[in-house]
């Protein structure tokens, strides 16, 4: 052959192997295909008629995204027939389809879910090797090809862009998470959870905790059950105390025995009995009662209380497997027994070890942070053991009392991937979803939806990079404004990762507030959120408004921050009453006056402040100086005038509102170290005169300042007048000097009940009472929070209750005011309530012997002893709040005051001092017509609750105080 025709039969064969090899591609569908076009499809869901409940739910989803997608109808067919073209398959290795392209899929029996997103024989395979993985082949292919996202729950956290058309590109995706269980355990199913439910199994989270009931298989949720749940009834007690923790030689309900074999039986029986309840039950997790009172009996204390414990799982875990095989058995390292047991851990598929003592400020890799140190030598001592591992975490645990926003989402991307480094096959870390009432953003989920969020997708897979995913977060939701957020997230996660403080779980965000919301952090985020609000003015329609609506839920979340800042800077607190009506503010509202300590002369100036919900009101009374009264020669009121100051704090506006006794009225704006003269807000100020006076009523819309305060914020005002006097002017104002007043939007409509709080150790106790405020506030009191003589001397007079704590603290009241102000005071009718952990000497105060009280605290009794001794019978405890359970089971105070004398003072309730002795923690006696209670300090009842039944009592009382 020549070379010639060589070549010409080279050239033939490469034809005829390309002609196969494009055949080969349109065979296995790798030509792309039009899925939909102008809201029509000619595409179908195929499901096999015996597809599980994960399945049919993905086809739902399925059909129901892709028509808000596209407009289409993407119809569902149940068929064991073999796809034609153009077919979406559903299914997992059940299905004979799937089966019978299993290894072209890349699928094979696994505990890990695999998923495969695959364009074949001009089909699309959505498909897995087990139900719940063909719902999250069903959800990639939804994010990953068509840019769905389900940022939070609800319908507002779901993102789907609109297509008029779009081309099935070739896809050969195959992926396993690398956690087995990646759940999150919901504390209070009442906040939203059915939405809840639906985001985690839409972000891949295959568990929740809660012994999931078979309908809600649909949402690939494993069914495990996670409780204190070896424990046996305390109505057992009375009858057999030897099943229960022995401590001291005194057996006590909170724990159990783990070495009687009575309490093993029982326990076992009341597990089985719960597994008989629960047939769908796959995993079980056994472990004690959620406190440290751990038996101390001859056989118990013979071993360490991890090994007494295990030991005793060990136990009950054999006998429920020989009634239920097939049921995997779970426990936690936690407490007593987180460290490793001298025994083997025996019939475990999982032991979570609970994180609660690391730091959730500081990355593990950050060698100067003992806690997390600690945290990694615990673990690796677990990892030892060769047990299959899994976290139980707290990271959304680090606050108790007011849930803020935490931006630590540098922290939670390394603990993942450490997690996975260490091989863990589980992760499910404590979600709260209280409080179950109030607004929706005060709800932790809420708060922190950003961080849930990146969590759920790291857990589903640990290599995505945590700014890659707050990217996508800004773009999809902020589009122009995406850069800046980005910038505003970043500058909030250095600055935590940056505090030079160490927390845990538990804490109280007013305590690392200052710290966190520094001073320049708090100008350069406002700075971010506000250029972020210019940018997105110009994108319209729906994208626009759901960009501002969630530009907006940001600005709350660190206005929350600011308000803990506010609350606890030197601000002289108002607390503004709700009202339902405006015209109530005459008979509702919060008063002040305007002074100005600097000059002998002054002008009487009274303010009545409230608001509505949609408007701040402010009802001014001026008295004119001498000169400018009707019946002076030369009148003259035209330099007249009052001014309210008024900002939303984090460096936002500052609107100035004037009005003079004239009725000439006006208003500008300062942003931006600019006055803006030309700025104009849709308000009202009703000026009159009545003789020697005149007044002006302000109301305020918020919509005309773009800025809405919700129940709980912080603003700030200032309130000046100025008066136009033959010496000069004079001006006054609230605060007085240069300082602005903190304007706290109470949430309730305000009843006239007026609380006086003394702190006698104010800088000690500083942040417990800006916490307590808002709760008197809520329950309708208004506080007047006082560390000084001169502000005891101007609110007294007005206060119905006095509450002293500490009063013999270092910041005491002297005797002259006990003598001449207080102590008649309360013989004229008001309570007074004493509360302390330190000596108070009453018979000084009141200047009677018999008042005196010795200092009591307790000694030598376990926690679990520390439970009330007596209780007086009575409304006290029951009315209007049931306090009775809590004073009955909670661990009662350390010290507490008996009386030298006891004629006239009523015990109300005592706890025990020794094992023989008890001590009063609760007295009351009458006083004129007022009544005294003194109290020992950390009664396990909220102070809400104790005010308010003891001033019912109080009030019951007071026919019998004549």
């Known amino acids: 052959m020549n070379r010639k025709n060589s070549l010409t039969v080279s050239r033939s064969l490469k034809k005829i192997f390309w002609a196969v090899f494009l055949l080969t591609l349109v065979s296995y569908g790798l030509a792309e295909e039009v899925f939909f076009d102008q809201g029509k499809t000619d595409w179908k869901i195929y499901l096999s008629p015996a597809a599980e409940p994960a399945e049919r739910y993905g086809a739902e989803e399925l059909q129901r995204v892709l028509k808000k997608i596209s407009g289409a109808d993407f119809e569902i067919v149940s068929t064991e027939e073999k796809p034609v073209s153009h077919t979406i398959v559903l299914g997992d290795l ?350 932790a989920s809420v708060q922190n939806r950003l961080p849930v969020y990146l969590y759920a997708r790291l857990l589903w897979n640990p290599e995505e990079k945590v700014t890659d995913l707050l990217s996508d977060w800004c773009q999809t939701i902020f589009g122009p404004a995406a850069r800046t957020m980005f910038q505003y997230y970043q500058l909030l996660d250095q600055a935590w990762s940056s505090l030079p403080v160490h927390r845990t779980i538990l804490g109280d965000a007013t305590s690392m507030a200052e710290l966190f919301l520094s001073p320049s952090l708090r100008e350069t985020a406002a700075q971010l959120l506000t250029a972020a609000s210019e940018t997105l003015t110009s994108w319209p329609g729906q994208p626009g408004e759901k960009a501002q609506a969630a530009l907006q839920r940001e600005k709350i979340l660190l206005r929350q921050w600011d308000n803990l800042v506010q609350s606890k800077a030197q601000l002289r607190p108002v607390s503004l009453p709700l009202l339902t009506r405006p015209s109530e503010i005459k008979e509702r509202s919060y008063q002040v006056s305007l002074t100005e300590p600097s000059r002998k002369t002054t002008v009487a100036t009274t303010v009545k402040l409230a608001w509505s919900g949609q408007q701040l009101l402010l009802d001014w009374l001026c008295q004119l100086p001498e000169e400018n009264r009707p019946d002076a020669t030369d009148r003259n009121d035209s330099g007249d005038r009052v001014e309210l100051i008024l900002s939303p704090g984090l460096a936002g506006p500052v609107w100035h509102f004037l009005a003079d006794a004239r009725g000439n009225s006006r208003c500008y704006r300062e942003f931006n170290q600019k006055q803006e003269h030309t700025w104009h807000a849709d308000w009202q100020a009703e000026v009159s005169r009545r003789g020697s006076s005149w007044s002006v009523l302000m109301n305020l819309p918020f919509s005309s300042l773009a800025e809405c305060p919700l129940a709980g914020d912080v603003w700030q005002m200032k309130l000046v007048r100025q008066s136009q006097t033959t010496t000069g002017v004079i001006k006054t104002s609230f605060p007085p000097g240069e300082d602005m007043s903190g304007l706290l939007f109470t949430g309730v409509v305000t009843t006239g009940r007026k609380l006086l709080w003394w702190s006698g150790a104010p800088e000690k106790e500083k942040e417990r009472e800006v916490n307590l405020m808002p709760e008197f506030l809520e329950a309708g009191w208004e506080m007047d929070r006082v560390t000084s003589e001169t502000e005891l001397v101007s609110v007294y007079s007005r206060c119905q209750v006095f509450w002293f704590r500490h009063p013999h603290g270092s910041n005491r009241i002297s005797q002259k005011l006990w003598k001449e102000l207080l102590v008649p005071a309360i013989a004229a009718g008001a309570l007074a309530i004493f509360e302390s952990y330190l000596p108070m000497p009453l018979e000084q105060y009141f200047q009677q012997p018999d008042f005196k009280l010795i200092y009591v605290s307790v000694r030598d009794v376990p926690l679990a002893g520390r439970k009330s001794q007596f209780l007086a019978p009575g409304e006290w405890s029951t009315t209007p709040f049931n306090i009775l359970p809590r004073l009955k089971s909670r661990i009662t105070p350390c010290y507490g005051f008996q009386p030298e004398k006891m004629e006239g003072w009523t015990v109300l309730a005592t706890a025990p001092k020794s094992r023989t002795e008890s001590f009063p923690y609760i007295l009351v006696r009458k006083y004129g017509q007022g009544m005294i209670v003194v109290l020992g300090s950390e009664i396990p009842v909220s102070r809400v609750a104790l005010l308010e039944n003891f001033y019912h009592f109080f009030q019951q009382e007071k026919a019998t105080l004549r």
Request: hydrophobic share 35%; proline share 6%; glycine share 4%.
């Open 94 to 443: 059940a299905h004979p389809q799937v089966q019978e392209k299993a290894r072209l899929l890349k699928l094979s029996p696994s505990q890990l879910e695999q998923i495969s997103v695959f364009t074949l024989e001009r089909c699309l395979y959505l498909v897995g090797n087990q139900p719940r993985a063909v719902l999250y082949a069903v959800y990639s292919f939804l994010q990953k090809q068509l840019g769905v996202r389900w940022f939070w729950p609800g319908p507002s956290g779901e993102f789907v862009p609109e297509k008029k058309t779009w081309v099935l590109p070739e896809l050969r995706e195959h992926y396993q998470p690398d956690f087995l269980y990646r759940g999150f355990h919901l504390c209070g199913d009442w906040r939203e959870a059915q939405s809840f439910k639906e985001w985690m199994a839409r972000n891949f989270i295959n568990i929740y905790r809660h012994a999931s009931r078979p309908e809600e298989k649909k949402y690939g949720f494993y069914s495990f059950w996670s409780s204190h749940n070896a424990r046996l009834p305390q109505q057992l007690f009375s009858t057999h105390p030897e099943y229960f923790a022995e401590v001291g030689g005194q057996r006590y309900a909170e724990n159990i025995c783990f070495s009687h074999p009575e309490t093993e039986r029982l326990v076992a029986e009341d597990l089985a009995a719960y597994v008989r309840n629960h047939p769908y039950l796959e995993i079980l997790s056994i472990f004690p009662a959620d406190n440290m009172t751990y038996c101390q009996c001859e056989k118990c204390r013979a071993r360490d209380v991890s090994t007494n414990w295990f030991q005793f799982y060990n136990r009950l875990t054999t006998r429920l497997k020989g009634e239920f095989p097939g049921l995997k058995f779970a426990t936690v390292a936690y407490q007593g027994y987180r460290n490793v047991p001298a025994c083997p851990i025996e019939n475990t598929h999982l032991l979570e070890y609970c994180s609660y003592d690391r730091c959730n400020i500081h990355l593990f890799a950050q060698s100067d942070c003992q806690r997390n140190q600690q945290s990694l030598a615990e673990i690796e001592k677990w990892r030892k053991t060769g047990l299959n591992l899994g976290l139980y975490g707290y990271e959304f645990d680090i606050f108790s009392r007011n849930f803020r926003f935490v931006p630590f989402f540098s922290l939670l991307e390394e603990e993942i991937k450490t997690l996975k480094k260490m091989g863990f096959i589980s992760v499910i870390p404590e979600i709260p979803l209280s409080p179950k009432t109030g607004p929706e953003v005060q709800v």
